[in-house]
């Protein structure tokens, strides 16, 4: 069973899980270039459903049985899951000074398309679409589990990314306890909302609507654009312009217009950057914590570009 513990100088929660060493390292190994019988063995190509735990979910064709072929977007459990869905999170400390939780969560992957060799850059919109409805529908479900404190969505895209397999997918962890970070970034909102009266992400799309130079694109209902403090070349943001804290805050009909947002910002990465390895987040506001005025949800584009500095 993986276990939670607290590293109490910093307060930052840490996930004990030694079964994640077992993953597999196709990606690791060099094997990038799949050979041609590579889709014989994924275990997320159609007709290798057996390879996987049963599905948690799925969008397929009508009168097709679950875990067989005819689906278009996939639900798995991740068979070497950081944190496993039985039990309620127990905090207990120990040894008078640390604080451990048992792993009590969900891990999910998303397998994004039945094509082996696509990303969400060369996959056509209608699939894009059907991805983000995808992620909202788990979003929904999992926040309704009164044990998670915490829905992170992400994506994984390249072996600089942490990806250990080629066919496109994500990943969904529920967490009994909000990441340190994500803590951090909400305490700074709330500060800049004492001070000012607003939320600082709507402050931040007005301003940089106002000069332009950083904006890469604008729908009617998102924006996209560099940040001004980047932490890496390239990193990109997109945030919805009505402010909203969870990101289950959009209607189902809006997930096409964020599909098409996400899908042309990253054909922009992938055409000027050669294919880059990335990571996205979608950051939304912890699931107790709905409505909040000073938080905004968005998605954090990272493109692995440049090697991780000692600074
Ligand atoms: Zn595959
Ligand atoms: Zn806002």
Redesign the pocket.
Known sequence: MPELRQNPATREWVIIATERAKRPEELGTGVINMPANA?EH?P??PGNEKMTPKELFSYRTYGTAANSPGWWVRVIPNMFAALLPQGTPNRVQIEGLYNCMNGVGEHEVLIESPE?SQSIATMPQKQVEELFLAYRERYIALSQDPRFEMITIFKNHGLAAGTSLH?PHSQIIATPITPNHIRHRIEEAMRYFDDHGSCVYCDMIEKEKKIGERVVAETENFIVFEPFASISPFETVVLPKNHASTFDSIPAERCKELAYVMRMTLVKLFRSLNNPDYNFVIFSSPCHERSLEYYHWYIMILPRVTAVAGF
């Open positions: 889709k994924c997320f190509c082996h066919h």
